[in-house]
């Protein structure tokens, strides 16, 4: 299961902790590339929907936005806390 969170709390959230690796994605062919804290900025205010799924050692951070046409996601891990 995951929880919805909203943009101010996830900026916040990266504020505060060091992601241990942020990338982002094409969600319709799975093409991915690892990007900064800045990029990872504008594409959360831009996002749809930002999910956290949590286990014991991390925190899986999925935004969804668009960018032109295409379906994205940018997938953030960090420790869980």
Known sequence: ???VV???TFVDMV???RPL???DMEIDTGDAELINRRRL????RTSTEIRCYQDDLL???DIYYREDRD????RVLMEAG
Do not use: D, F
Not at 41 to 44: A, M, N, T, W
Not at 71 to 74: M, P, S, V, Y
């Open 1 to 3: 299961m995951y929880k």
């Open 6 to 8: 909203s943009s101010k």
């Open 15 to 17: 504020g505060q902790c």
């Open 21 to 23: 690796c942020i990338a």
């Open 41 to 44: 900025l504008e594409i959360v």
């Open 59 to 61: 925190e899986r951070y």
């Open 71 to 74: 379906a994205r996601l940018a």
